[in-house]
């Protein structure tokens, strides 16, 4: 059984930093692309970044793009997402999803077969 576990989610103020985590049993970690997402209350759930199983494909949704960066230890089967400069309009909570693929998309949630239950990422102003 397929699963993902994140942490790292915390209460930081603007400006701050933190890093989430991905932890994932159960696959033969290498032949999947990982995705981070996040929903806000209210608000859809959108594509954050994505990395292909060896990491030779990166995304990031434009929002992000500078500040966010994502990267994998295979060796741990662990993807992490490294937020910096975080703004309250990055308050939402954040998931990890998994698909067994070549490359990577962010921008298809309905692509991803396994969920994270997510971790709650609160910026204060």
């Known amino acids: 059984e397929v699963q993902l576990v994140e942490s790292g989610g915390g209460v930081v103020q603007a400006g701050g930093s933190l890093r989430l985590s991905c932890a994932a049993t159960?696959?033969?970690?290498?032949?999947?692309?990982i995705g981070w997402f996040r929903q806000a209350p209210g608000k859809k759930r959108e594509g954050v970044s994505c990395?292909?199983?060896?990491?030779?494909?990166?995304h990031y949704a434009f929002p992000v793009k500078g500040r966010f960066t994502v990267s994998r230890d295979n060796a741990k089967n662990t993807i992490y997402l490294q937020m910096n400069n975080l703004t309250p309009d990055d308050t939402a909570v954040y998931y990890c999803?998994?698909?067994?693929?070549?490359?990577?998309?962010?921008?298809?949630?309905?692509?991803?077969?396994?969920w994270g239950q997510g971790t709650q990422v609160t910026v204060s102003s």
């Open positions: 999803a998994a698909v067994e693929a070549r490359g990577c998309v962010y921008s298809a949630d309905y692509a991803y077969n396994y």
């Open positions: 159960g696959v033969t970690f290498e032949d999947y692309a």
């Open positions: 990395i292909s199983g060896n990491a030779d494909t990166i």
